[in-house]
């Protein structure tokens, strides 16, 4: 069911949105060669507990998922893409690096994702990967008008990631934000303007592309979590938490 937020909830909502973006700027500077990922993720548990906030992941078991999540945050590295499971790997120099992160302030909840690298890029793909997914995702805010249908966003990320000559994957995509962290609509990153729901104030999603460098597959790693591409390609994510108003989006979980 979609839930259309009143103008005093999505108030409600920005601590939330605050909170996600301080988090993701402190982890992302923190990436550097040699930090370990598990490194990564008690800073954030850490930052959780401080701000007296709740982790969206530690417990988190989907059908998708082969259990319990266990951590607070999800690290891709390199040729995983998507709900990385952090373990024991200390990061190496031009480390492709994915951070998601989600966590709940009084009842509401905030989504944010950033890729970065570790160090030096080994390759200018690996940075134009992170350029052009970060312009899918303005793209897509921008087409997030009152008056306007789903599909224009995801017809707006779709059309960068395919001038720029990249697959697009549309299992996994943005989706409803609110007391929860998944919920309707399913936001995918590809789409036909005007098509779809029409996007109403109160309408809260996060739009998140993703990309891979040369395919549009993955597959489950076994650790039964972390999204891999099968030919072992470099993968980028940026995702923010939208709030459509009336006066146009209202990014909730903007970096400053």
């Given amino acids: 069911m979609i839930e259309l937020k009143t103008p005093a909830e999505i108030e409600q909502m920005r601590p939330a949105g605050a909170f996600v973006a301080e988090v993701l700027t402190e982890l992302a500077s923190r990436v550097a060669v040699g930090v370990n990922l598990l490194t990564l993720d008690r800073i954030a548990h850490e930052m959780i507990r401080a701000r007296g906030a709740e982790s969206c992941y530690i417990d988190y078991h989907p059908s998708f998922g082969a259990s319990p999540f266990g951590k607070v945050l999800c690290t891709s590295v390199n040729d995983a893409v998507l709900h990385g499971l952090p373990h024991d790997y200390a990061l190496r120099d031009g480390d492709v ?78 989706h409803g934000v609110g007391r929860t962290m998944h919920g309707d609509p399913h936001v995918p990153n590809n789409g036909r303007a005007g098509r779809g729901l029409p996007l109403r104030a109160g309408l809260v999603i996060a739009i998140e592309p993703w990309f891979l460098e040369t395919t549009d597959k993955i597959y489950t790693d076994k650790d039964g979590w972390t999204l891999r591409s099968p030919d072992g390609s470099n993968g980028a994510h940026m995702e923010h938490t939208v709030a459509i108003t009336d006066d146009g989006p209202l990014v909730l979980t903007a970096r400053s």
């Avoid at 570790?118 to 009152?146: C, F, K, N, Y």
């Fill in 97 to 174: 690096v994915s951070l998601d992160f989600a966590a709940s302030v009084d009842g509401w909840v905030s989504d944010s994702a950033l890729t970065v690298i570790a160090g030096t890029p080994r390759s200018p793909e690996d940075t134009r990967l992170i350029e052009v997914t970060t312009e899918a995702l303005a793209a897509g805010i921008a087409a997030a008008q009152p008056g306007g249908r789903l599909g224009d966003i995801s017809a707006a990320i779709g059309a960068v990631a395919t001038a720029a000559g990249y697959g697009i994957n549309t299992d996994f995509g943005g």
